[in-house]
């Protein structure tokens, strides 16, 4: 059974930072290109980043390419998700999750998600 669980979140200024952190359990972790992808309240989960398996490509939204960085320990079965320079329009529940194929962007596995809210 694939488990993805998330921490990490909490409240933060604007202009603060956050590390998000997931956990991976059964899933071959290094066969899977994972993603962080988040929902802000009455919008539709939208894509933030993603990496390989190898870590060789990532790919990130427009809205946080300079400040949000992923990156990820396939011996610790861990993805992470640093967020800096944080603005109020991050606020959402952040997700993690796993898909076989970073081009196709199969996401089938994901985590219950972890709260960030960015004060103003």
């Known amino acids: 059974q694939v488990q993805l669980v998330e921490s990490g979140g909490g409240l933060v200024q604007a202009g603060g930072s956050l590390r998000l952190s997931c956990a991976a359990s059964?899933?071959?972790?290094?066969?899977?290109?994972m993603g962080w992808f988040r929902q802000a309240p009455g919008k539709e989960r939208e894509f933030v980043t993603a990496i390989t398996w190898s870590s060789n490509n990532i790919a990130y939204a427009d809205s946080v390419k300079g400040r949000f960085a992923i990156s990820r320990d396939n011996a610790e079965k861990k993805v992470y998700l640093q967020m800096n320079s944080l603005k109020p329009e991050d606020t959402a529940v952040y997700y993690c999750a796993a898909a076989r194929s970073f081009r196709r962007g199969d996401y089938d596995n994901w985590g219950q998600g972890t709260q960030v809210t960015v004060s103003s």
């Open positions: 059964g899933l071959t972790f290094s066969n899977y290109a």
